[in-house]
């Protein structure tokens, strides 16, 4: 125990007896990239508290949260109970045709808590259907063709849109829908490995304003043909990068000068993750359109947004949705989601937990040759390994192990193989001392890879 808290236990060599047999009838039937993969190696029986149990009896400290989807824990009780309330009183309905007051109470809320201008909401079920119909949105907004996406962002699995700007892949596949027209790109802004550059960073983030500037706006696209800019203000999947003040100013001129939307994805962001409601509010961003996932589910059902001014959406012919958007049960447990992220208690736990992974994690750049670059913030951190530090050479096998080693030592977080990354991503709501402990568990298990590192 640790101040109350229970710490995890792995009992078994992984997988455990009970899990083998469960992975390898998942092997049987499951697609492609679920089959044989190694990354999570067990099969959950149930999760309590902020530990996950697998069916062998070992238990993990949760640091996925079901990828921000279960920000407030397993199964806070309030969202709960919202949630079978209103499936009591009205079952499965359809948004898109009929209305419930759950529905209205959500749509009322959020544009309340939304930066800037935004006005109004459009309901989905995913963060993918969010960007598709952004997309769909600005184009109709602005009568033009082209969105600006920046190169390492993930905005989700669809075939085409979302898909098309998805670059951020741990196996880059063929057969990926990254031909589609209608889409002109630039790197994402990347402090510690930014692109034209050599040798040792940090870099400055806005030599891509230079690109967009002197090179796609010159050689590729006319200013007036883009319709909107579609960018994570904190790009997760990529390891956390969290552009410049500088690189913000730089773009929303930009937006200003031309009349392009500016687009931000925060289904990965919103909601406290970034220790603010949004990730906008770090930077005074004032979007054109909003997106929302993850965050608002509250551990809940699934649900999503898109989120815009009245200019973008109050006259719009766009459909979106769909059959499942917004039904009263999920809105109901997203509205309790919100009132306990209101009670101020979740965002002061999120500082401390970043005040923790500052005070643990940050040294850890001059501990060992092959940490380059720690990033935490909020209740968000990324830790980004290479093979030394003069050549920043990716190191995904040194990672690999590290997530190996916290496994045995009952640490599931977020490694993926081909990527030079380890990043956790607790509830919000994780206490700080079980959180400590983890990073702690972290700080050893690189010591021990790093005394025998991996081939790259
Ligand atoms: C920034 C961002 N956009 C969009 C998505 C896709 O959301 P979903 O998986 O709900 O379709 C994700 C998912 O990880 C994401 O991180």
Redesign the pocket.
């Known amino acids: 125990m640790t101040g109350g808290t229970e710490l995890p236990q792995v009992r078994t060599a992984l997988p455990g007896p009970l899990s083998k047999v469960a992975l390898q009838r998942k092997d049987r039937v499951l697609n492609g990239v679920l089959r044989d993969f190694e990354g999570v190696p067990f099969v959950e029986a149930r999760r309590h508290d902020y530990l996950i149990e697998d069916l062998d009896g070992n238990t993990f400290a949760d640091h996925v949260s079901a990828?921000g989807a279960a920000p407030y824990g397993a199964h806070p009780p309030t969202v709960r109970a919202a949630q079978l309330a209103a499936w009591d009183r009205y079952g499965m309905e359809i948004t898109n045709y009929l209305q419930t007051e759950p529905v209205i109470e959500l749509a009322e809320r959020l544009v309340a808590l939304a930066p800037g201008r935004i006005a109004r909401v459009a309901p989905t079920v995913?963060?993918?259907?969010?960007?598709e119909g952004a997309v769909k949105l600005a184009r109709e907004a602005t009568g033009r063709p082209m969105i600006l996406s920046f190169l390492g962002?993930?905005?989700?699995?669809s075939t085409y849109l979302?898909a098309a700007n998805s670059t951020d892949t741990s196996v880059p596949t063929t057969g990926n829908a990254q031909y589609v027209p209608g889409f002109v790109f630039a790197p994402y802004p990347h402090s510690f490995r930014g692109p034209f550059q050599r040798g040792a960073g940090p870099f400055d983030d806005t030599l891509t304003l230079d690109f967009i500037e002197n090179w796609l706006l010159r050689l590729q696209v006319e200013p007036t043909q883009i319709a909107g800019v579609l960018i994570?203000p904190v790009a997760?999947?990529a390891g956390i990068l969290a552009p410049s003040a500088e690189f913000w100013g730089g773009l929303t001129a930009l937006c200003d000068r031309y009349g392009w939307l500016l687009i931000l994805?925060e289904?990965?962001?919103c909601l406290g993750r970034c220790g603010t409601v949004f990730a906008a509010d770090l930077w005074g961003l004032e979007p054109d359109i909003l997106?929302l996932?993850?965050g608002l589910t509250a551990g809940g059902q699934?649900i999503?947004a898109i989120m815009a001014t009245d200019a973008v959406l109050a006259d719009s012919h766009t459909h979106l949705g769909g059959t499942y958007a917004w039904e009263p049960a999920a809105c109901a447990a997203a509205l309790a989601g919100l009132d306990l992220l209101a009670s101020g208690e979740v965002l002061a736990n999120v500082k401390e937990l970043g005040a923790v992974a500052r005070e643990e994690l940050l040294p850890l750049v001059d501990r060992f040759e092959q940490v380059g670059d720690v990033r935490p913030l909020g209740a968000w951190v990324a830790l980004e390994f290479v093979t030394d530090k003069a050549s920043i050479t990716a190191a995904p096998a040194f990672g690999w192990a590290v997530h190996q080693n916290m496994l045995r030592r009952g640490v599931l977080a977020i490694s993926e193989g081909n990527k030079p990354l380890y990043r956790m991503q607790p509830a919000l709501t994780m206490p700080p001392e079980l959180f400590r402990w983890s990073c702690r568990q972290l700080a050893e298990a690189i010591a021990q890879v790093a005394a025998d590192p991996p081939v790259e």
């Not at 995913?126 to 960007?131: H, I, K, L, N």
């Open positions: 990828w995913t963060g993918t259907e969010a960007v962002q993930y905005h989700g699995e979302a994570e997760g999947e994805d289904v990965q962001t997106l996932g993850k699934a999503a």
